[in-house]
T-cell receptor, first 115, second 113 residues
Framework: KQEVTQIPAALSVPEGENLVLNCSFTDSAIYNLQWFRQDPGKGLTSLLLIQSSQREQTSGRLNASLDKSSGRSTLYIAASQPGDSATYLCAVPQGFKAAGNKLTFGGGTRVLVKP | DAGVIQSPRHEVTEMGQEVTLRCKPISGHNSLFWYRQTMMRGLELLIYFNNNVPIDDSGMPEDRFSAKMPNASFSTLKIQPSEPRDSAVYFC???????????FGPGTRLTVL
């Protein structure tokens, strides 16, 4: 059974510092990995999706890398801002794509960026 | 598009009562997912539908939980009878068939007293 772990569970940094968020998964037979953001009291917003054939994906200040063989993904947020404060979750599909996009989520990392 | 719509946003009920949560997916999306989020267990998939057909309900915790999707624009998650341990935030998400990105609704915060 796939298990997804995110360490640390919480992170506090001063504004301007780069953020590094980690995600590890036990079964490397995944076809993609997604990073989501969740604001308090809100639903999840998809940030980046990396296909298994890619090593990284970038969107603005966000960069996500994927190393399937080691079962790891890292989300980098450059020059953090107070508006980046949120919980960040990674998720991987269960099984093969033909089986449907059932996601297993990590526990999330709660980020606080202090002004 | 208004995004995924869920109602109610908050529900407080007493143990033993029936609870119905509602979801309207994004127009044109063929896949719909129901999730539950708690502090202890994180975010868990309960059930998902493709083209209104339930594909996998292995995450549904007990027979007290049931979900329906009578048409492409509406789904319900029902708990009968509700128990305090059902207290959680329930999310609905939708995606276009054969695509990977899921779009989440704002959630329904359920409190069972």
């Amino acid at each position: 059974k796939q298990e997804v772990t995110q360490i640390p569970a919480a992170l506090s940094v001063p504004e301007g510092e780069n953020l590094v968020l980690n995600c590890s998964f036990t079964d490397s037979a995944i076809y993609n990995l997604q990073w989501f953001r969740q604001d308090p009291g809100k639903g999840l917003t998809s940030l980046l999706l990396i296909q298994s054939s890619q090593r990284e994906q970038t969107s603005g200040r966000l960069n996500a890398s994927l190393d399937k063989s080691s079962g790891r993904s890292t989300l980098y947020i450059a020059a953090s801002q107070p508006g980046d404060s949120a919980t960040y979750l990674c998720a991987v599909p269960q099984g093969f794509k033909a089986a449907g996009n059932k996601l297993t989520f990590g526990g999330g990392t709660r980020v606080l960026v202090k002004p | 598009d208004a995004g995924v719509i869920q109602s109610p946003r908050h529900e407080v009920t007493e143990m033993g009562q029936e609870v119905t949560l509602r979801c309207k997916p994004i127009s044109g999306h063929n896949s719909l997912f129901w999730y539950r989020q708690t502090m202890m267990r994180g975010l868990e998939l309960l059930i998902y539908f493709n083209n209104n057909v339930p594909i996998d309900d292995s995450g549904m915790p007990e027979d007290r939980f049931s979900a329906k999707m009578p048409n492409a624009s509406f789904s319900t998650l029902k708990i009968q009878p509700s128990e305090p341990r059902d207290s959680a935030v329930y999310f609905c998400a939708s995606s276009a068939l054969l695509t990977d990105t899921q779009y989440f609704g704002p959630g329904t915060r359920l409190t069972v007293l």
